[in-house]
């Protein structure tokens, strides 16, 4: 597959018309939020490509980017979103309306599984088997071709696996338990950057 690949910085072109149905992910440090900044999200259409942007971390001002992530009509397909909604919440200043989550949609969907990563969804509804080697690298810094790549095989399959996810979820009757995980959602994050990490279920 050939992809579409463009880097910006600091944030989205103003005239970058992208649809209404998008894939978003995010780049970081690390997973502690405080410690572990964000550094780059991309985009996808789902036409094969990929908006790239990396930010300055001095600002973190991408008002073109704010704009898309808070419009209640632009739906945002993420994967295991609560790491990147998290990110986004406190270097951007925003939070995301209108999510799907590809990884809370398998863990409901592919009960027939206990392997949930991007990597074993794309493997088993696209047949693809993409490369994770650079999952864990330096995004803080000048990036790779490789690591452009990896970045755009993060977002341009997630349109075809919440379908297929999506499908399943009807089928077998659990679509309204994945929409109220979704609204859930907020809270978890609200709860991770207020350093609740447990299960506040549990006994």
Not at 34 to 48: A, F
Not at 140 to 152: F, I, M, N, P, R
Request: charged share 25%.
């Amino acid at each position: 597959m050939n992809i579409d690949i463009k880097l910006y910085k600091n944030d989205l072109p103003d005239d970058l018309k992208l649809g209404n149905v998008l894939a978003i992910d995010g780049e970081f440090m690390g997973l502690n939020v405080r410690r572990d900044p964000l550094c780059l999200m991309q985009i996808s259409s789902g036409n094969s490509d990929a908006h790239i942007v990396q930010f300055d971390r001095s600002t973190y001002n991408a008002p073109n980017l704010a704009k898309i992530l808070t419009d209640e009509n632009i739906i945002k397909i993420f994967h295991y979103g609560r790491a990147d909604l998290a990110h986004i919440k406190y270097y951007l200043k925003v939070d995301t309306k209108n999510i799907l989550d590809t990884k809370i949609a398998s863990k409901l969907a592919r009960s027939y599984s206990d392997s949930h990563s991007l990597k074993t969804l794309i493997k088993e509804f696209i047949n693809i088997d993409i490369s994770k080697q650079f999952q864990s690298s330096d995004f803080g810094g000048d990036l790779t071709s490789a690591q452009l790549k990896y970045c755009a095989n993060d977002v341009i399959y997630l349109h075809q696996i919440h379908k297929k996810l999506t499908d399943i979820l009807e089928r077998e009757k659990r679509i309204s338990l994945y929409h109220d995980c979704l609204n859930f959602l907020k809270t978890r994050v609200d709860l991770d950057l207020a350093l609740f990490k447990d299960d506040i279920w549990s006994h």
